[in-house]
């Protein structure tokens, strides 16, 4: 299967879930590039019926006539059949307003079905799929590991012990793309992406759980919205995309930034007083696979080490 070019004119591609700050941002810019596109939306319970993909609402008739709203049922493989006719590519993205067990059993299972369909669709050319730093970096001997890069994988086991829901979540729901996209041979290229920062995220969004023990252990890292729907148009269009990219342009290591971090998730708590025991921690995950990549494509003036 060959990749989209990089003119993509002609291209329609699907974007599901686009009901998300990312899954929204990700329509926008394509529209914005020229792609057709398919937003399909997943309802995630009430959450889902507020939900606005600005876009469609956008003045330029033009970039109306290039968008079609699609309603999508996670686990209804039909559904997601429907969404996806037509479309050369695919932005995948799952995020649910809480994780439990449940949801941990539903993203698997729709994982499973959106890669399935993809390779009943002709005309797919490429699926980016978007997972998370938290499949990577949660494992029993976190600690003395020199580092984390691409090749590596949350536990599991470890996960489901200290209920890590989100990253169990992606780690198990990564996993199921990967044998099936290997399995049906369909192109596929991942994105772990760091912690989504900006409007709407608190201290209970479910993603930052273990945020204090993410910083201790010199892994956490967060990612700019727009730096992310860079990266995914990057991989998507670039024909020597492979495997998995950690993304990220900001690595929590001082001090300082710990306490901008937690001002930002609880703006009403009180800054706490500099102390003596505050130290910088090193940084120990890697992102220049990615750095690389975007070097190569039109936005790699936003690149970061």
């Given amino acids: 299967m060959a990749p989209a070019s990089s003119h993509p004119s002609a291209k329609t591609v699907c974007v599901m879930d686009a009901s998300g700050r990312l899954g929204s941002a990700l329509v926008e810019r394509l529209l914005q590039l020229g792609y057709t596109v398919h937003a399909s939306l997943f309802n995630h319970g009430a959450a889902g019926d507020t939900v606005v993909v600005d876009a469609a609402n956008g003045s ?41 067990e449940f949801i941990v059993e539903m993203e698997v299972r ?34 003395s590991a020199d580092g984390f890069d691409e090749r590596d994988w949350s536990d599991p086991n470890f996960c489901r012990k200290f209920k890590l829901w989100h990253a169990l979540a992606k780690t198990l729901s990564e996993k199921t793309a990967w044998a099936l996209a290997m399995d049906r041979d369909v192109d596929m290229v991942s994105i772990n992406a760091g912690l989504l920062t900006g409007p709407g995220v608190s201290a209970s969004t479910p993603y930052l759980k273990g945020t204090p023990e993410m910083y201790e252990d010199g892994v956490l890292v967060t990612v700019d919205i727009e730096f992310l729907v860079d ?24 001090p300082e930034d710990a306490v901008k971090f937690s001002q930002m998730l609880n703006p009403s708590a009180p800054c706490p007083p500099p102390g003596d025991d505050l130290r910088v921690i090193q940084q120990r995950i890697h992102n220049k696979k990615l750095n690389k990549a975007m070097l190569e494509c039109r936005s790699g003036m936003y690149v970061e080490e």
């Fill in 60 to 100: 330029a008739l033009e970039t109306g006539k290039r968008l079609k709203v699609f309603r999508s049922d996670p686990l209804d493989y039909h559904s997601i059949v429907d969404a996806l006719k037509g479309c050369s590519g695919l932005f995948y993205n799952f995020e649910a307003p809480n994780y439990d």
């Fill in 110 to 143: 729709t994982a499973h079905n959106v890669l399935e369909a993809c390779a009943q669709t002709d005309t797919m050319e490429r699926v980016v799929f978007t997972s998370s730093i938290t499949a990577v970096v949660w494992k029993e001997d976190r600690k």
């Fill in 231 to 254: 990266a995914h148009v990057c991989v998507y269009e670039s024909a020597s995309a492979f495997g998995r990219y950690l993304c990220f342009n900001h690595a929590i290591c001082r």
